[in-house]
């Protein structure tokens, strides 16, 4: 089925870029809708819960990571068990920049943390090019577990040990009846959004596809003109900006900068969240964030029900991370937004099966 | 006796072998033809429990085969050369015997049987501390029957022995197999694209072609059919 | 100058220990081509059996039977148990499978025995020798870390070279469907090859736990501090986990010595980045390519 001649193709070209804009449009509209929503869900919620508001704030940062993660490892194929450590970067740069200058708009140090999160991540990206599977997953577990220690290292920047703080955000004066957790939370849902909307719409383009070409099929993808390296980088240095982002908003949202708040356990949580909301997924990293986030304080709860012993309640969680895991790499490599859509793919075609046939059934 | 009922083989969607029956009699060489694509290797890998059927039996002694897995069918006597005589290019040539006798667990017996093999074929003695990839083809291939004499095995199942071999390499080994099948009391089920130099020396011969039996005569006849030499080999 | 002898025989000592660690790892990959990130996790569980056994029999020596019994016992179950299903699939769900392994360890491990840092007992003396008025900086604990780990390797070199047994699993790693059609039970050699390397890890916790001291998380950087090693010597070879170990244990004590002891792990990632780029396949390429 092939164009017959320029016009033709012209036509069709343009309706390509047609495609693309109201995709766009699309996004952004929802995007503004959801932060509109969002947003006031929060305000109404924190009469009540306030430590819920505070939570999430924690599933915004977690779903931006989960969000870059998923796709370098689920679009592009490349695991990396490092992004805690990039998440640190992030952090890192505003504790830094607010150190002596503690009024700066949150806006510039969040930009300017993603900023020094890509660039650092140009650098691991193409260390990473060329590692595949295993190798790739060691050398960036090599990063989840020496990067902390520069930290420690180089003490009088970073502030070793204990790290460096990070001013809590205040509501501008006009705002001043808005709570400090409900403002953490505005101030988090708005990047969120963004990243969320940008990254849909990158995986629809050229380079979406691109990513999961070269996870299909590497030389095929090189045979296609595709060019390998360089869209690797791509991938590596967007992951890691969203990390960068998601280590600012964690900063923010902790009010510190330390080692030990980017322990191995922080890079394998994201990849729990990728993993289990459904690899490659954007609103599977959604999921995963809120499963992430949540789970751990539900368990915490079950204490008033079920009284586990102390040992057993802390570690919980993560003791099931693991299984999950295990058990998704036995039995659902797609987690719930896969389950989710092949429900929903279940549904239609039992519906399409149960329609009587319009005319006599001639096939 | 080895009795092969109905067996039916597919891969993926297609079917490889379609309800293929035969027996193979305690001692003596049946030789299995067929074009390419007959399903011939098929049948050799189903009897040795490489390739699950759809449908079928496979026994031997009254012993049903089906779901052994092959190690288990090595222990009941079968051996299977497979394409190439699949021998393990880095180990050296006394390794590949070597490994072929493990699972009997008799180191005494195990020096009798790598003498009587390196007494067989001395061409291997001489090497029998080198890489078998210093091996030439044909060399490999008499490794290769080497080894499954070393597993004392009382049916060797051979596919395509001759595959990539010179003339006369082919006639060598067609020759030792006929012998050892004669001295040893041993049968042999060979699988082979080259029918003349099978048929050479075969007792029996069974005709695949597209996964069905086309004909199953004693070798002498067949080799005389001329319809269906050229109908299903081609030549 | 004497500064740098010191360095380096305290990295010859840790280096046999990541030697260890690099054999479990090498030992599973020449098996089932999985990296195991659990090796370490497994090496730590199998410390705290010992710590149990030793508080409960108040002898180290039964301690340390039961952690090398209960690697086998881990490995064999966990390659049997769980990472059989994923062994021919693509390599990044063997690799979060077994990181799952890892949470699960890492977490079960404090529920049973706690999150707190506990010291583990050394067999022998871990201050420096003296010969008449002269210390050697060396401790008898050391002496035998390096002579158990060289037995361990030497032990395990005999079983792969000359016995049947080592043939068989050699076999079953390189070339499994040609070893089935010669009677070699490949499945059963796969389990008990993981159950093998998991006694090297059980040895290099054991060895390194009165100095790392003990606490869940213990081995997360010496299982880095093994990979590279495993990488740097091939991941097909055994010689070259050796090779590797020492050589991580050497560099490591250098830029901890010289650099502040904060840049040890750092230094091994650029260690590790360094080798990927330059000779991914290793110091000691094993011969050929894996047969299917």
Redesign the interface.
Known sequence: MQPRGACERGRASLSRVGAVRPALLRHSLLGVGLLLVGAAAVWAIDPYDPFLVYQLSSVCYFAIGAAGLTVLTGLNGQLSLGHGALMGVGAYTTAVLLKDHTDLNPALVMGAATAVTAVASIIVGAAAARLRGPYLAGATLGLAVGLPGVAVRFSNIFGGDAGTSIPALVPPDPLSSVTPEVWLTWICLVPTVITFVLLANLVRTRYGRDFRAIREDEVASALYGIRVARTQVLAFVLSGACAGLAGSLLGYTSNLAAPGSFPLTLSLLLLAAVVIGGLGTLPGAVWGALIVVFFPSWITSLNDTVHLPSAVRDQLPLALFGAVFVVAMLAFPHGIQGGLVRLWQLRASRRKAGTPEPEGGAT | MLEVDGLSVSYGGVTALDGVSLRIPDDGITAVLGPNGAGKSTLIRAIAGLVRPRAGTVSYGGRLLNGMSPEAIVRIGISMVPEGGGIIREFTVDENLRLAHLWRRDRADLRKALDEVMALFPLLAARRHLPANSLSGGERQMLAVGRALMSRAQLLLLDEPSLGLAPKVISLIMRTIHELSARRGLSVLLVEQNARSALSIANEAVLLSSGRTVASRRAGELAHEEELWHAYLGY | MNYFFVLTLTGVAAGMIYAALAMALVLVWRATR??N?AQGAMAMTTTYIALAVIQLTGNYWFGFIAALAAGLVLGAVAERG?VR??ENGP???????T??????????V???W??QIRSFPAPFSISAVQVGAAFIPVSPFNLFTVGVVLLVMVALLVLFRFT?LG??M??AA??P??????????GRLLTFGWGLATMAGALAGLLVAPSLLLYP?NM??I??YG??AA?LGGLDSPIGALVGGLAMGLALSFIGGYL?P????????AI??AI??VR?QGLFVH??ER?V
Not at chain 3, 91 to 97: F, G, Y
Not at chain 3, 99 to 108: C, K, P, R, S, T
Not at chain 3, 262 to 269: M, V
């Open positions: 999985v990296v990130f769980i299903w994923v390599p990044l769900n063997a690799v979060i499978l990181l799952g392994l890892l949470l699960i360890l890492e977490a079960v404090p529920m049973i706690g999150a049947g043939l068989s050699r076999a390189f070339a469907e040609i070893a089935r059609l010669l009677g070699v039970r490949v998380n997360d950087a299982l880095v990979f590279t990488v502040g904060d840049l040890e792990t750092a230094g091994a990632l590790l980045i990927l780029m991914p011969a050929a047969r």
